[in-house]
């Protein structure tokens, strides 16, 4: 121990006493260090932590899934929860769950909730507890004692100032009291993306328990999740619910038929839209840092090389080899250590950033900070970046000739076929990595581009888009409903600046939608599972208007049928040309399976297609209905302004309260905000790719020219016997770069052939872009080499413009 502080102190003396040296090589393992300690930091939370549930490797999903759609998690219907709850024995326990908005009033400002509806079993089969207060009892929601909620911890603190005195208050949701029976802890709350119908994790949640009428199959728009026993494995829970809902089929015909059953991880179910960018980031930066470590290993080789007499002295005088590996390998620990703790700093900074920049859902994980986890990762990375930088240099120091290290000196040393054969490896290394990173990122950023320019089907620029939510207690009729929202468009489109508005039950891009069954009139009806689908929408005329969606046969909505039930239906071009092929869709009828009696709907007009859910979706065939046909509480108000749309929120806001003052408006935001949030996943990976990229090609660039200048002040007495028999400038010039470009050209190809190799791991990240894309891969080639060119040019430079006499004087 003690000669390994006498090593670590002199250590740490040697590179005080080059600061310069010391600086480069400190800040090139620091950035590689912090940035791989915070995406570290971010695939631990998201993909690698346990849940805040009890047992949560025995919590999963289950869905439904379409034969139409194999694989794409879909809504349960609530008869088959029910046959599923009474038959299955592979779990504990099945909980329901569906989510809707509320309306808190009674506090200084309304507000619009989330609320998950829950079977009373539902934090059971979680497996958490109130943080205070309790939970549902198995006889509360409607077939028992009603009107109890408990409470999400963000919204207790955000709302209520986290008084403790909370539990047994009541509080006012859609004009209803509520009591408040108790809090979950933080860390509790359940997102299932595939189910949720509001895009928004809980606020708060409530009871519900199921009636006689829900057991017969219709509809479907419940979530589930279920524990399995502790003796049933996955496989077998997965192959018993198989089983179920073969025999559902059976039994229901017409409404199973074409469907199966998805039991997935919850673990798996929470976090695995995030896995292939995540693993594709985590990989970048491990690039990243080995080039790092390349470049401070020729850093090192090149101080080793100066340094030979100094160690040919030691070994001279009776140090053993071991012993000069271990001094070697200490001032490289302390580099590591060095870069580690400053890689501390980098990785907050670049931790902030990038959940600064991370898409909303990543954000919402409170869990993502730097921890003693992190901390230990931080420690174990920078060992071993010391190790992987100084034991190849130190290896080589110590093999070196005593007797050539003292006869030719610290100049001349070094310079062997080996181990300049190891630092151009070293640099070929760097270009190779350097360009699979810049491939990687060129595609995200080619995706990115092309994502840009698909056109959604709207005008996105200068419409506002609001929510409001009616409470069905004060709201209770559908003509109540339909007023209110005719009323607050008439009074939105009379505010100056506006242009045009109107109102929509789903608008697009917010991940919210609803779809059912069709039959056209006249044809023969579908076997079972083999209905048309089509999406549902409720809107009036002023939402095509505001959002310039194109007419582009027939007629839209007349006042009347704005009013009052008309039996009329607007179609979109999709819908058109996959059902009514060479014929006028205008005058077709429909049946629509979204209301009782399912009545006839006549198609009066077609309009422009639109993007449902994000760019990268395939246009369904859609129907929209006139509010009156199907009149939703809750409508999304769409506003298209002269100027700046969010300005106009205020006003916006102020003229739907002069309806009803009680009445929230949420999700106030503008559709160029919608579409950005889109994009979000696609720009984050693009975005810190490209950095990476950047950074690794900065760090490529630093070892080109460091191997470069290295070779020039080794080969100084060469160039100068070279001038003095007569060469020219441009001769050395072509000489240096040469070498240079060929070590470039190495590097360039093997980059090339580990990028087509490596970058089908991309696939599912890219749009309308191949994974072997000839332009990204040219424009990278060129960019690479360019650089490569500059780098090799200047020492070059520096050695065509060496003067013979100065040169010979090396010798």
Aim: charge should be positive; glycine fraction near 8%; aromatic fraction near 8%.
């Amino acid at each position: 121990m003690t000669a390994f502080l006498q090593d670590f102190r002199y250590a740490v003396r040697l590179w005080l006493r080059t600061p310069g040296f010391t600086a480069v090589a400190v800040l090139a393992l620091a950035l590689g260090i912090g940035a791989n300690t915070a995406i570290f930091t971010i695939v631990k939370a998201v993909l690698v932590d346990r849940l805040p549930f009890r047992d949560a490797d025995r919590l999963v999903v289950v869905w439904e899934d379409s034969a139409r759609h194999p694989g794409r998690p879909n809504v349960v219907g609530p008869a088959n929860f029910l046959q599923w709850r009474d038959r299955a024995t592979a779990f504990e326990q099945l909980a329901g769950i569906y989510d809707t908005r509320v309306n808190l009033t009674g506090q200084a400002e309304p507000e619009e909730l989330i609320v998950q509806g829950v079977t009373a079993n539902f934090f059971s089969a979680l497996g958490v507890s109130p943080l205070i207060g309790r939970d549902f009892a198995p006889d509360e929601g409607p077939d028992g004692r009603d009107g109890v909620v408990v409470l999400s911890y963000a919204l207790w603190q955000r709302r209520f100032g986290g008084d403790a005195s909370i539990v047994g208050r009541t509080i006012q949701l859609n004009s209803r009291a509520f009591t408040v029976i108790g809090v979950m802890p933080q860390e509790v709350g359940l997102f299932l993306k595939a189910g949720s119908l509001t895009g928004k994790p809980a606020d708060l949640w409530m009871p519900f328990a199921f009636t006689a009428a829900q057991r017969q199959p219709r509809g479907r728009y419940l979530s589930v999740i279920a524990r399995l026993k502790a003796e049933v494995s996955l496989g077998q829970a997965r192959t018993q619910m198989a089983t179920i809902a073969s025999s559902l089929t059976k039994e229901w015909p017409d409404f199973d038929t074409g469907w199966g059953v998805m039991v997935v991880p919850i673990h798996e179910e929470l976090s695995g839209a995030y896995r292939p960018a995540l693993v594709v980031l985590f990989g970048a930066v491990a690039f990243v840092l080995l080039i790092a470590c390349a470049n401070v290993a020729n850093l090192l080789l090149a101080r080793g090389a100066v340094r030979q007499r100094e160690i040919a002295v030691r070994v001279a005088i009776g140090a053993a080899r071991g012993r000069v590996v271990r001094q070697l390998l200490t001032e490289s620990l302390v580099l590591g250590l060095a870069g580690g703790a400053l890689g501390l700093l980098v990785a907050q900074w670049s931790l902030d950033g990038m959940l600064a920049l991370s898409p909303v859902d990543l954000t919402n994980l409170s869990r993502i900070h730097l921890s003693y986890g992190a901390l230990a990762f931080t420690a174990g990375i920078s060992i071993l970046t010391a190790l992987l930088c100084g034991v190849a240099p130190a290896f080589e120091g110590a093999r070196a000739d005593v007797q050539e290290g003292l006869r030719e000196g610290a100049r001349q040393a070094g310079g062997g076929v080996r181990h300049r054969r190891f630092r151009h490896a070293l640099v070929v290394s760097e270009i190779a990595l350097a360009v699979v990173l810049l491939v990687g990122a060129g595609l995200m950023l080619r995706t990115f581009t092309n994502l840009r320019g698909v056109d959604p089907g709207f005008d996105a620029h200068n419409v506002l888009t609001l929510r409001a939510s009616l409470p069905l207690a004060r709201y209770a009729t559908g003509d109540e409903r339909v007023r209110f929202f005719q009323e607050a468009v008439a009074r939105v489109r009379e505010l100056p600046g506006v242009t045009s508005a109107g109102a929509i039950s789903f608008l697009p891009f917010t991940s919210l939608g609803a779809a059912t069954s069709f039959t056209i009139a006249g044809q023969p009806p579908p076997l079972p599972g083999q209905d048309a689908v089509t999406d549902v929408r409720v809107c009036d005329d002023g939402y095509f208007e505001s959002m310039h969606i194109p007419l582009l046969r027939g007629r839209l909505f007349t006042p009347r049928e704005m009013r009052e039930k008309a039996n009329v239906v607007v179609v979109n071009q999709a819908m058109a040309r996959r059902y009514f092929a060479g014929s006028d869709p205008i005058g077709q009828k429909l049946f629509i399976a979204m209301n009782e009696p399912n009545l006839a709907t006549e198609i009066i007009g077609v309009v422009g297609d639109v993007k449902p859910t994000d760019l990268t979706a395939d246009i369904r065939p859609m129907t929209y209905w006139a509010h009156p046909q199907l009149a939703y509480n809750a409508m999304t108000i769409t506003v298209r302004t002269a100027g700046d749309p969010l300005a106009m929120a205020p006003a916006v806001a102020s003229a739907i309260q002069t309806i009803d003052k009680d009445q929230p408006v949420s999700d106030v935001r503008t559709m160029d905000q919608w579409l950005a949030r889109s994009l979000a996943t696609t720009r984050f990976s693009s975005m810190l790719l490209a950095v990476f990229a950047g950074l690794a090609l900065l760090l490529a660039a630093i070892g080109i020219y460091g191997v470069m200048s290295y070779a020039v002040s080794q080969r100084t007495p060469e160039i100068g016997i070279r001038l003095a028999l007569g060469a020219d400038a441009r001769s050395i010039l072509r000489l240096v770069v040469g070498n240079g470009l060929a070590l470039a050209a190495a590097g360039l190809g093997l980059g090339v052939l580990l990028s087509l190799a490596l970058t089908r791991s991309l696939t599912s990240l890219l749009f309308q872009t191949g994974s072997t894309d000839p332009a990204t891969f040219a424009a990278v080639v060129a960019l690479l080499g360019s650089v490569a060119l500059l780098a090799c040019y200047l020492p070059a430079r520096r050695a065509s413009r060496i003067a013979p006499v100065e040169a010979l004087r090396h010798q």
